[in-house]
Each structure stands twice: as structure tokens, then as C-alpha cells.
Nanobody, 123 residues
């Protein structure tokens, strides 16, 4: 019932920028209060990137992206945007949008996931 659709991935050189977007649809639409992003590079564990809470607007970031990435609400009722600046090769990964009810860095707290979008940063 719940669909999360990501867009905005691509290939950039180190120091460049990308903007990822995620839109949600489905019946649980109104009760999902947290949306965010995780990423997974080849051969590595899935890593928390950022999340935003609709009630209070609070944001949470992974340590590796603080000061470079910014998550915000999009124009749709349930949509998020993540601006990624100063991208580095270590940011290369598949980025997946996630939705849930608890703003947490643990992926187990998110029940709905998109298909993912590839971000590649060349050195």
C-alpha cells in the first residue's frame, strides 16, 4: 500500500552536489511521521544518513554527512528533499528513502522503503 519513490541520483565529481527527492503514497500516508535516507556502498553495511520529523521539524544526521547534507520537507504533503554538497568518493552508494514512526538511526525502526537511487562520486 505504501510507496516511496526516489529520484535525483547520478554521477558527479568530488566537490559537486546532488539533490535527492522522495515522495510517499498509500493509505498509511497520514500516520507516518518520520522520513529519511539510508545508504549502502558495495561490501559495506547500510548506513543512516538523515531523517526529518513532521511534527516538530527536527532533523537527525549521520556523523559522516553533518555540515554537508541538508534534509527538508518537499512541496508534496509527504515528500522530502536532501541536498548533498561537497560530495566525496566515500559518499558513493545506493541511497534509499525510508518511512516510519521513530526518528532513529537504526534501520529496524523504519517500516517502509523505496527502491533506491544510485549516487556515484568520482575522485
Amino acid at each position: 500500500q505504501v510507496q516511496l519513490i526516489e529520484s535525483g541520483g547520478g554521477l558527479v565529481q568530488a566537490g559537486g552536489s546532488l539533490r535527492l527527492s522522495c515522495a510517499m503514497s498509500g493509505r498509511p500516508f497520514s500516520i507516518i511521521s518520520v522520513m529519511g535516507w539510508f545508504r549502502q556502498a558495495p561490501g559495506e553495511e547500510r548506513e543512516f544518513v538523515a531523517a526529518i520529523n513532521w511534527r516538530n521539524g527536527s532533523t537527525l544526521y549521520g556523523d559522516s554527512v553533518k555540515g554537508r547534507f541538508t534534509i527538508s520537507r518537499g512541496t508534496a504533503e509527504r515528500a522530502i528533499v536532501m541536498q548533498m554538497n561537497s560530495l566525496q568518493p566515500e559518499d558513493t552508494a545506493i541511497y534509499s528513502c525510508a518511512g516510519g514512526w521513530v526518528q532513529n538511526s537504526n534501520a529496524l525502526n523504519y517500516d517502509f522503503w523505496g527502491q533506491g537511487t544510485q549516487v556515484t562520486v568520482s575522485s
